[in-house]
């Protein structure tokens, strides 16, 4: 599976984002999908995962509420939808994909990782 997360870019405190993730392979529906961000120097740090039938989410305290994650297995697409968005939201974003079970909350349990996309939010 390769990944390919887009759609980040600079907006101001409160403004919205929305992040995709685009999965080749036929099986995409298979596999769980998670969000992952870090901010310099700091560590890589989980911000939201699906399950693959979008029935169970997941979402870190510091993004829950403001955050939603969703996918469309039609098109091999995770997204990342980001309201009333934060300074220290500001990082790189990182869509990964797992096959199987597992919390989801951990960087170890991912099999694919996409290349990053860039999150500014100023104040």
């Known amino acids: 599976v390769q990944l390919q997360a887009s759609g980040g870019g600079s907006v101001r405190t409160g403004g919205s984002l929305r992040l995709s993730c685009a999965a080749s392979?036929?099986?995409?529906?298979?596999?769980?999908m998670g969000w992952f961000r870090q901010a310099p120097g700091k560590e890589r740090e989980f911000v939201a995962a699906?399950?693959?039938?979008?029935?169970?989410?997941y979402y870190s305290d510091s993004v829950k509420g403001r955050f939603t994650i969703s996918r469309d297995n039609a098109k091999n697409t995770v997204y990342l939808q980001m309201n009333s968005l934060k300074p220290e939201d500001t990082a790189v974003y990182y869509c990964?994909?797992?096959?199987?079970?597992?919390?989801?909350?951990?960087?170890?349990?991912?099999?694919?990782w996409g290349q990053g996309t860039l999150v500014t939010v100023s104040s």
């Open positions: 990964a994909a797992v096959l199987g079970g597992g919390t989801y909350y951990q960087t170890f349990e991912y099999d694919y």
């Open positions: 392979g036929r099986t995409f529906s298979r596999y769980a």
């Open positions: 699906i399950g693959w039938s979008s029935s169970i989410t």
